[in-house]
């Protein structure tokens, strides 16, 4: 494993506690806030700008965000006084029942991705390859962010629609067989693309990657690079990937996110790690966690299990101490990431419970 040093340890704190005063004052600022914080400020009686120095000071003075507050709320309510008359994106995430949280944005996906462009190698992905993404467009912003990136790169990118809401439909409903010939049409659509275009890198879910596999010889197709972008990766299905799928030939980049965060690169997987895959928040403008589940001010110690909590920072978006509903392993940080990381993400309470991920 790459070292990294106290001192590299301490400048990412500096950093991440001056993109924290700035953020909230930013978001607390009439000038420039929006409305839901400022209201927020004037209820709860305190100013965070005068209050907040640090980021342990905002996880020790500000209380979870609540998810409902997306999903209730007009989008409106989130727009930053600078913001104001410019038309937004609005992305959702989650869904399968009820009313899913909405996040409207402007160019916070642009950055997020094109800051990964920056970890991913030009054997795998190819400056000018075309690319296919097998997975959900609308109401996600995945759609917007993976065409970004393969822009930034000098790429193209060929899509095949997935709704997942569906498949877990199907699935919490026992309709396996449907559920599966859902799945085989969207593969079928890949199929299709692969061998009619030349398609040199891949985003999609390990399960659909796994049965596009078995249909099409993915090094013959072209294809020199993999993301995949799903909750549950466990070392024996990562080493299954790796080896038996990709079969040591294409580049593998497993990535954890979601509309609320952006993207957390993982670190390359080796032998070595026993292939379990760790991967590090975009800090500052995003922050992981891992969490004593009762008591969330309390994080878990290296190596530990604990609950996932996100922070995101930016001026178009702030959301602190948000409660994910997965569960983590607390990591070292890991060169080049001069901050805690999270291995092994898998649904919370899934060692309790049975979960229905459908084809993630």
Known sequence: MSEVS????????????????????????????????????????????????????????FPHFQDEWLRDLQPEVW???????????????????????QRIGWND?????SEFSEKISDDHFPKGGAWLMMGPTGPRRLRLAIEHLANVRGSSCYFIDLDPRWVKKLIAQKQFDQAKAYMAHVVDQAAIIMKHRKVSGLFTTPKLLEALSEKVDLYEAGIRG?????????????????????EGQIGFYPTYGNTLMGLAASVPITKEDNFSVTYYA???????????AEKTTEPKNYDEWGRVELTTMTKEFFMPRFLERDEACRRNPRAPYAWDGVAEVRPFGAMEKKIVEGVY
């Open 79 to 101: 727009i930053p006084k600078e913001f104001e008359g410019k038309p937004f994106n609005i992305f959702e995430t989650g869904g399968t029942t009820g009313m899913p949280k």
């Open 6 to 61: 106290e001192a590299d340890i301490q400048k990412a704190k500096e950093e991440l506690d001056a993109h924290c005063v700035e953020t909230i004052k930013w978001h607390f600022s009439p000038e420039t806030g929006c409305p839901f914080w400022l209201d927020w400020a004037k209820k709860e009686g305190w100013d965070p700008r005068e209050e907040v120095k640090s980021f342990d000071d905002l996880i020790n003075k």
């Open 226 to 246: 993999v993301f995949a972008g799903g909750t549950t990766m466990d070392p024996q299905y990562v080493r299954f990937l790796v080896e038996e799928v990709l």
């Open 109 to 113: 996906f642009r950055v997020d991705y």
């Open 282 to 292: 975009p800090q500052p403008r995003a922050v992981l966690r891992i969490v004593d």
